[in-house]
């Protein structure tokens, strides 16, 4: 059972889109930029620290490149059992798995980054770090605070996030290193996310999540909420709309796809920071994270491994390493080549059909298993249409 998870707002970092500029799954940044109506390929190879900083810049870039990751992953033929995020990473979950379109994703990204920058203008607030503390003694914290300040994230074990105002945050940041806390460490945010101080941002993105009318999915998604998975779409209004201002019980999430059989969790976009939460929360946990091309490699190798030492593998526990994805390079009506019948060999470049004028080359060498889309089918961009077996 493989989990894909997807890193939230602070993962983002200068430069973060330059390895990829080169890679087909780039193409993906121009399609969100014109959606979004901004230079997103300007913030993912030039914008500074402070300029990714910003909420709405942060949420946009970190969104946009973990569905690049996910592109290139599903071109390998990767697919997950589960599907979850920390926080903004629940909206790329959503798009992965269908449930959004990437339009829809874009749309309500940008929605929801600028309510919420907006909202952490109007109510100042800040969050911390408490490492090396129970979950129930940092609640403990915030209550002997007496003040504006609450747990905004369960992250793992003895990693709790609390936000709030200035003055709530650092008097229970003195209570939490009374009751034995190893250190409080004040986070770099322009908000108390994921606390009461978000309700306007949550009045405000209600209308457009009702709007977007989620879709129901074959790949459960992992709410934050309540850490449970989610297949119906009608679900995830009320879901997403309480996420923004109750905490993320993302160490909860973990544990519930741990007791599925989700032992092998990949980590798609900027950073690593989920995969170090996984293997502190989940019990002989196998995780990697994939933020580059050159990671697409440590993957495939990633997945031999971890099929070579299950003894008991079943079709479709794990996706094979061999396996490759030929995926549409436009929108329209596909029809297949004729006289490529399963089991043929196909080289690289080979055409094996065409989307409305456009033909569809495989950029893999192989024996065509099966072809996914049907002949007279409308598909969409990047939708899967063959799938190959390298060796």
């Known amino acids: 059972m493989l989990a894909f998870t997807f890193p939230g707002q602070g993962s983002q970092r200068p430069g973060m889109g330059r390895p990829w500029a080169d890679h087909d799954s780039w193409e993906l940044v121009a399609e969100a930029s014109e959606i979004a109506e901004r230079d997103i390929a300007r913030l993912l190879l030039d914008a500074d620290a402070d300029e990714l900083r910003d909420t709405r810049n942060a949420q946009l870039t970190t969104f946009v490149s973990s569905l690049m990751v996910l592109d290139a992953v599903e071109r390998l033929g990767v697919e997950p059992s589960f599907c979850a995020g ?31 920058h907006q909202a952490g203008h109007d109510n100042v607030g800040t969050m911390a770090a408490v490492l090396g503390l129970d979950d129930d003694q940092v609640e403990v914290a915030c209550r002997r605070a007496d003040s504006d300040v609450w747990v905004a994230n369960f992250n793992a074990p003895g990693q709790v996030v609390i936000a709030g105002s200035p003055e709530g945050v650092a008097a229970a940041g003195i209570v939490a290193k009374q009751l034995g806390a190893k250190k409080v460490m004040p986070l770099q945010v322009s908000g108390a996310f994921h606390t009461p101080y978000m309700a306007p941002a949550r009045d405000r993105l209600r209308q457009a999540i009702a709007l977007a009318d989620p879709r129901d999915t074959e790949v459960p998604v992992i709410s934050n909420v309540d850490a449970l998975a989610h297949n119906a779409g009608d679900e995830w209004s009320s879901l997403l709309s309480a996420q923004l201002s109750s905490p993320v019980r993302w160490k909860h999430c973990l544990l519930t796809m741990s007791g599925l059989g989700v032992l092998d969790f990949i980590e798609l976009g900027p950073g ?23 990671e697409l490699d440590k993957l495939l190798e990633w997945l031999d491994a971890g099929a070579s030492s299950t003894s008991t593998q079943h079709e479709g526990e794990h996706l094979f390493a061999v396996e490759r994805l030929v995926v549409s390079p436009s929108a329209g009506v596909f029809s297949p080549l004729g006289g490529l019948d399963d089991g043929c060999q196909i080289q690289v470049g080979t055409v094996v059909g065409h989307v409305g004028d456009t033909e569809v080359r495989s950029p893999f060498a192989g024996v065509l298993q099966s072809y996914i889309a049907v002949e007279g089918e409308r598909v969409t961009l990047r939708q899967p249409i063959a799938w190959l077996r390298t060796v």
């Open 86 to 116: 920390h926080s903004l990473g629940e909206y790329t979950a959503l798009t992965a798995t269908g449930a959004l379109s990437l339009d829809e994703g874009v749309r309500l990204v940008c929605e929801r980054a600028d309510a919420m």
């Open 272 to 294: 690593g920071v989920l995969t170090g939460m996984a293997k502190r929360t989940v019990d002989g946990a196998r995780t990697i994270s994939v933020s580059t091309p050159e």
